[in-house]
């Protein structure tokens, strides 16, 4: 992944704009603590004079200028070889982990996510002034809802690019009460003890490494009396997700050896193993298992490509198949399985249940 940027006097992790009168839609976010720095333009914004983008990391890495005048807007490419400071990010060199939830999109996902997200907030029974972290938070699929519901809400995620999206999604709604940064689940060590009356981990936590780790940092920072909420996808579960994950595995080479799969979090064996020699009583823990639906205002095999070009796990199976020249059976299998799971009665919508372990600590 190439990735270019332009030197910036702007501290590492925060925000800035650039030109005149630029609004504050227009930020830069540091790559690397050197400062240098990548734009990643959200949307346009009309009454802007003059800013400066990176035209999405995550699609065509195409650096451009743009000039907005009243509804008008005007691109000019700038010449990369006269760009100073240009660098290449070597994913080979970062955590694994990181370096798959890095490699997509997960936003484009994420948007299929929020109903759903939104109705398992409004069951927390959360009240305003509750202090709460978001683990593996991506752009804010919970945290968003739960700091709407007066909360303080900290986010953290692997992904920089979740994290610097959530943080702009926080910004346009103006919930000063929540706030997004990197993190690393099996190592909070940036957090304090005993810090969060709600930890929320829906669907990220259980894709950290070290899951033992995991769950000791999980009860470290949460205060006693406090609660720990999981999400965690179903091995075998004939709904979506685990189905994607079977079907994408069976494409991909095979793990490195010692690699613990994350949809151990969805066997209740081995989450009470993980609290239990983490401090929590086995009685503390229970499970109930729940739906979250994936909705969206189109067609299923849509919502495969969405997958295939945004989704990591997917996308380093297709790179996979392509390689061993299956990929179109790969593409056929999803399509398949999208396609008979889907409950829209519009055939140019999809509206997907997926059956998911939910988890709950007292601490």
Not at 22 to 42: C, G, H, N, Q, W
Not at 57 to 86: P, W, Y
């Amino acid at each position: 992944m190439i990735v270019f940027g332009i030197r910036f006097t702007a501290a590492h992790g925060q925000y800035a704009t650039v030109g005149a009168n630029a609004p504050s839609k227009y930020f830069f976010y540091a790559l690397a603590e050197d400062t240098m720095v990548a734009a990643i333009r959200e949307k346009w914004i009309p009454e802007a004079s003059r800013g400066i983008y990176f035209c999405s990391a995550f699609e065509n890495h195409l650096f451009g200028r743009v000039t907005c005048q009243g509804n008008s807007v005007t691109q000019n490419q700038i010449d990369k070889s006269r760009i100073m400071n240009v660098t290449t990010v070597n994913q080979s060199m970062m955590n694994p982990n990181k370096a798959l939830w890095e490699k997509g999109d997960f936003t484009r996902l994420a948007q299929t996510m929020r109903k759903s997200g939104e109705e398992l907030v409004s069951k927390l029974g959360i009240t305003p002034g509750l202090d709460i972290l978001d683990l593996g938070c991506g752009d804010g699929t919970t945290a968003i809802p739960a700091a709407r519901l007066g909360a303080n809400v900290l986010g953290v995620d692997i992904a920089r690019n979740l994290v610097f999206a959530g943080n702009i999604r926080a910004q346009e709604e103006g919930l000063s009460n929540c706030t997004f940064q990197e993190g690393d689940a099996a190592d909070l060590s940036g957090l304090e003890d005993h810090s969060f009356d709600l930890l929320v981990t829906i669907f990220g936590a259980m894709f950290a490494s070290r899951p033992y780790d995991v769950a000791r940092e999980m009860v470290r920072v949460t205060r006693q009396g406090g609660r720990i909420v999981m999400g965690n996808w179903i091995p075998g579960d004939p709904t979506l997700v685990a189905q994607i994950l079977k079907i994408s595995s069976a494409h991909t080479p095979p793990p490195p050896e010692g690699f613990i799969s994350p949809m151990l979090w969805g066997v209740e064996e081995h989450v009470i193993d993980r609290f239990t020699k983490a401090g929590i009583p086995a009685v503390n823990v229970s499970f109930q298992k729940e739906t979250f639906t994936f909705e969206a205002t189109y067609a299923p095999a849509e919502f495969v490509q969405k997958f295939k070009n945004f989704y990591g796990p997917t996308m380093n199976a297709f790179e996979a198949a392509e390689k061993n020249g299956k990929a179109a059976e790969l593409q056929g299998e999803l399509e398949a399985l999208f396609v008979a799971q889907n409950q829209s009665s519009h055939p140019d919508h999809t509206s997907i249940p997926a059956t998911y372990l939910k988890v709950t600590v007292l601490r």
